[in-house]
């Protein structure tokens, strides 16, 4: 159609202007508010406590809340349950990689109760079709308990292995009265380190070589909209000292690739010094220098063996609950051995699902369904240590755009892709809506995209008369968009009254 002139037209030189304005409100999050993103759920959440009595038993107890419920209950029994674990029938099972058996003769211990397998029954029921947030909390005195391999549990109502049901979102809870308080940024405010370790001497340890470039391809391709330093650049090598620094920088999210082990109850990573060589840095060192932070990192992932321990020993000593204990909320880490084809298949679905909704135990649960959809015999050897009530390591977002913000945003990033300076100035004004020369780059490029494309023009003239429409600012005779016009101006709408767009306060 051929856009008329006059009172009613809106001068193509001016709506881009106008265009950023309207949009700015939305654009401060990073543009989440304007994505169909799925918000923050409200899962429901089983805790189950356990604390030490006397040699092997130990007393178990029960707390459920339901999804949008404030308020707790006990579910199996009123008074605390108790259970043995007999130490030697699991060692037994773990000495001939029997994990089945050890899975199942772990789960025959806690669940031997007939309370307790109801008061699971009764946490599934109830969870009805959502998730079921499984907690599982070792008290002061169970610390020990650490040392056994709780992700092989098997679920007592069909022996299915518990932890590859991506609807229940397995944890081990810790609460410590030393813990750091946690604030957790928006969305557009998490940043991540990447390190990759891979000492020029590994061979003298039997340890295989990893693939530096391939980790951070990988890392960059998941977290993709997230702000990435990875480390080393350049002529650095993976120090200590190197992470320390990037440390102090800041960073939300810090994902070390290297090797570790657990010796004599101590947790050790194989990092670099100056040379290159391996440098082994124990996990007290580390949680040290994370102590010391002013702001811990919310979230470490390490795809290094035993980080999370062996199974025999200390179970503190290794450094997933150190890490824990040294103010970082959320620890994923691995116990025993993985494969590097279950962290190469694992990793990405992990930080992709984190991308959505910041929800750490729902992203190991998807990566560990992923495992299980490919046959993976070691899906139960990543650990999920946390303290973080919600499961989450940004805030939800407190609003959203009106659904016709989200339209507008959508069309106009598809008009924009494939071509590289429109994309560009759009990753510039989600990092700054406010900055000047970022809206003045993207009106740019919306006037261009405008010019050559009379289907857009048609789009955007329905959404903007809908939007003033919810505003109370509709024209009788309607609105066009002409082609013409310079580049500067602002937008006029009728008798040449400048429309100011705010925020709308009545959705639409």
């Not at 970022?438 to 490029?445: G, H, P, V």
Request: aromatic share 6%; charged share 20%; net charge negative.
């Amino acid at each position: 159609m051929t856009p008329p002139s006059g009172e009613n037209a809106l001068e193509l030189a001016n709506i881009p202007a106008n265009v950023v304005d309207l949009l700015t409100p939305y654009l401060l999050d990073g543009g989440d508010s304007l994505k169909e993103s799925p918000a923050v759920k409200d899962y429901a959440d089983l805790e189950i406590s356990l604390h030490h009595r006397n040699g092997e038993i130990y007393t178990v107890e029960t707390r459920f809340t339901s999804s949008g419920s404030s308020s707790e209950m006990r579910l199996g029994s009123d008074a605390p349950l108790e259970i043995t674990i007999d130490e030697e029938v699991l060692n037994q099972h773990a000495i001939n990689s029997d994990w089945n058996g050890y899975g199942r003769a772990l789960s025959q211990a806690l669940f031997k109760p007939e309370a307790l397998r109801i008061a699971f029954a009764q946490a599934l029921a109830r969870a009805g079709n959502g998730a079921l947030r499984v907690r599982l909390l070792f008290g002061p005195t169970a610390q020990a308990l650490h040392r056994y391999y709780w992700e092989t549990l098997h679920n007592p109502l069909d022996d299915s292995l518990l932890t590859s049901n991506q609807q229940i979102l397995f944890s081990r809870y810790l609460a410590s009265s030393g813990a750091k308080e946690v604030y957790l940024p928006a969305k557009s405010g998490i940043r991540a380190l990447v390190a990759v370790a891979s000492p020029s001497d590994l061979g003298d340890y039997n340890l295989g070589a990893v693939d530096v470039d391939a980790e951070f391809q990988r890392a960059r391709s998941s977290l993709k909209g997230t702000q990435i330093t990875t480390f080393p650049a350049g002529k650095d090598h993976c120090t200590l000292a190197g992470l320390v620094e990037r440390f102090q920088a800041g960073c939300e999210i810090f994902y070390l690739v290297a090797h570790g082990a657990v010796v004599q109850g101590q947790a050790w990573l194989w990092l670099e010094n100056e040379q290159g060589q391996t440098q082994r840095v124990s996990g007290n060192a580390l949680a040290a220098q994370i102590n010391a932070l002013e702001k811990p990192p919310l979230l470490v992932v390490m795809a290094s063996c035993e980080s999370a321990g062996k199974g025999t020993g200390d179970a503190l000593q290794a450094l997933g609950p150190q890490l824990c204990e040294a103010g970082v909320p959320a620890v994923i880490a691995m116990q025993g051995k993985i494969s590097i084809e279950s962290v190469t298949r694992g990793m990405p679905v992990l930080f992709e699902r984190l991308q959505e909704d910041c929800m750490v135990d729902r992203a190991l649960a998807s990566a560990r369904a992923s495992l299980a959809a490919g046959g993976s015999a070691d899906l139960w050897m990543p650990v999920l240590f946390m303290r973080l009530k919600e499961g989450s390591i940004c805030q939800p977002l407190a609003e959203s755009a009106p659904p016709l913000l989200q339209k507008l945003w959508s069309l106009i990033q598809v008009r924009f892709q494939g071509r590289p300076a429109a994309e560009d100035a759009l990753d510039d004004l989600l990092w700054d809506p406010h900055d000047e020369d970022n809206r003045t780059a993207f009106s740019i490029q919306l006037k261009k995209v405008l010019r050559d494309d009379q289907i857009f023009i048609n789009e955007i003239t329905a959404i903007i008369e809908a939007y003033l429409k919810i505003l109370g600012k509709d024209q009788p005779g309607g609105i066009s968009i002409n082609v013409g016009g310079n580049v500067d101006g602002n937008i006029v709408i009728g008798n040449n009254n400048a429309v100011s767009f705010a925020k709308n306060q009545n959705g639409g």
